[in-house]
């Protein structure tokens, strides 16, 4: 028998990192929206001179907490590899995305810090550290895409089963989530307007949907687990 | 006489979750139509100036293609639920032969474009215009993934309503591509 019980844990363990980790990620690193792309060298060296302490103590939090997508990912691998059938191809997939992206959920934060690290060095040396944590940040969706391709694949296909953790309408939300995600790395290319980095579609738009995207994933998931653990013998 | 059994109740295309993705689509190009129309109200005269180097004709070519493609759609499905397998078959190919036109003349439209010298940082105006009709053009090419498939499975022996039921599903996908078309034709090449 699956452990309901574990996966019931791991994924509101990922749930509250998630929610930790935006949460820092707006109100230490005050990176919700991420600042404008035209500062200039001195106004980013300025910034974490002024903030150096909380960004330090926000990529501290970050660290801690960026690993979110990692329980997440496994759970669903449970879950969709009880839906396929022979070797879980697209479990796998998933779950290889899943644990990949969490390296790019780190990095931004990390390379804050070590922008906020020394703000005393020449502030060009600063500004370089800052638009790689923000690009980091914004242009990196190749694996979520594999891991909502995956999503969306078993989802779509699979045999009806009453317990499944992947109602229909999620794999059609995940489709339409992976597409909005396409806009990201086009941020490159902008330094303001709707696709620079803090712009309603490199920024918020992605960023929203990906929440909602997690949630709406951890509480079908939860609920599907809810039903499974009735099956069990006590 | 299956079929008439799932049409005699209320009846919602294709099938609910379906709908997620299509109002979800819709509700960010309705962000896209806002924010294209804000940022037009800033620069009134440098977008009506940039509008003249669009060409109107591919323009209204690709929206005859793409209506055209929807109404073979149309009727591809109207024959799938009386039962002309072949039929529908054939009503789906021509409508991808017109998606594929679609891209083509895009195609040449954009690198028409970039050869002017223009592209996505020109200005604001030809930034949304590359952008907003390649995430179009995105949605384009899915749908003629989505189309093959519908032939595919149009071709089947017998239509089940199972069948049916993923038809409908592609043919929706494909009047929204249509739909969204409709729109972003309106906003950058009459727009006045």
């Known amino acids: 028998m699956l452990s309901t019980r574990s996966q019931t844990i791991i994924i509101w363990?990922?749930?509250?990192?998630?929610?930790?980790?935006?949460?820092?990620?707006?109100?230490?690193?005050?990176?919700?929206?991420?600042?404008?792309?035209?500062?200039?060298?001195?106004?980013v060296a300025a910034f974490y001179t002024a903030n150096a302490f909380q960004v330090r103590l926000g990529a501290v939090i970050c660290s801690y907490s960026s690993a979110f997508m990692v329980p997440l990912s496994v759970v669903i691998y449970v879950q969709m590899a009880r839906l396929e059938k022979g070797v879980p191809i697209w479990s796998i997939l998933q779950l290889a995305g899943g644990c990949m992206m969490s390296i790019f959920l780190v990095l931004p934060p990390l390379f804050w810090g070590v922008a906020a690290f020394t703000p005393s060095r020449p502030p060009?040396?600063?500004?370089?550290?800052?638009e790689l944590a923000n690009l980091t940040l914004t242009t990196t969706d190749?694996?979520?895409?594999?891991?909502?391709?995956?999503?969306?694949?078993?989802?779509?296909?699979?045999?009806?089963?009453?317990?499944?953790?992947?109602?229909?309408?999620?794999?059609?939300?995940t489709i339409w989530a992976a597409i909005m995600f396409e806009a990201g790395a086009i941020a490159f290319l902008f330094k303001s307007g709707p696709f620079a980095w803090n712009g309603l579609f490199v920024f918020w738009s992605p960023f929203s949907i990906f929440g909602a995207w997690f949630f709406a994933l951890g509480f079908t998931v939860l609920r599907a687990l809810k039903h499974q653990a009735g099956l069990q013998p006590a | 006489?299956?079929?008439?059994?799932?049409?005699?109740?209320?009846?919602?295309?294709?099938?609910?979750?379906?709908?997620?993705?299509?109002l979800g689509d819709m509700m960010v190009f309705s962000?896209?139509?806002?924010?294209?129309?804000?940022?037009?109200?800033?620069?009134?005269?440098?977008?009506?100036?940039s509008q003249k180097a669009l060409s109107q004709y591919c323009g209204i070519i690709n929206t005859v293609l793409l209506l055209t493609s929807s109404w073979f759609v149309?009727?591809?499905?109207?024959?799938?639920?009386?039962?002309?397998?072949?039929?529908?078959?054939?009503?789906f190919s021509l409508a991808g032969l017109c998606g594929l036109g679609f891209v083509v003349v895009k195609v040449i439209e954009y690198s028409g474009k970039i050869d002017a010298g223009i592209t996505l940082t020109t200005n604001d105006?030809?930034?949304?215009?590359?952008?907003?009709?390649?995430?179009?053009?995105?949605?384009?090419?899915?749908?003629?993934?989505?189309?093959?498939?519908?032939?595919?499975?149009?071709?089947?022996?017998v239509l089940r309503p199972g069948d049916l039921s993923?038809?409908?599903?592609?043919?929706i996908f494909w009047h929204l591509v249509d739909f969204l078309w409709i729109v972003l034709f309106a906003i950058f090449y009459l727009m006045k």
Request: aromatic fraction near 16%; charged fraction near 10%.
């Open chain 1, 13 to 43: 363990w990922g749930l509250a990192f998630i929610l930790i980790y935006g949460l820092s990620l707006g109100f230490l690193l005050k990176m919700v929206p991420l600042p404008s792309a035209h500062l200039s060298a001195a106004a």
């Open chain 1, 142 to 173: 190749q694996y979520y895409i594999f891991q909502m391709v995956a999503i969306a694949v078993v989802s779509l296909t699979q045999k009806s089963d009453p317990h499944s953790a992947f109602p229909r309408w999620m794999g059609y939300f």
């Open chain 2, 31 to 49: 962000l896209f139509f806002l924010t294209f129309t804000y940022y037009r109200g800033q620069e009134v005269a440098l977008f009506a100036q």
């Open chain 2, 166 to 171: 993923a038809l409908e599903c592609c043919a």
């Open chain 2, 74 to 91: 149309a009727n591809a499905l109207n024959a799938a639920r009386a039962g002309a397998g072949r039929r529908a078959q054939r009503l």
């Open chain 1, 124 to 130: 060009e040396i600063t500004l370089i550290m800052h």
């Open chain 2, 125 to 157: 105006f030809f930034m949304f215009y590359f952008m907003f009709t390649g995430i179009h053009l995105v949605h384009v090419l899915i749908g003629l993934a989505v189309l093959s498939y519908a032939y595919h499975r149009a071709g089947r022996e």
């Open chain 2, 1 to 22: 006489m299956q079929i008439k059994a799932v049409r005699s109740t209320p009846h919602l295309p294709g099938e609910e979750g379906l709908w997620v993705l299509i």
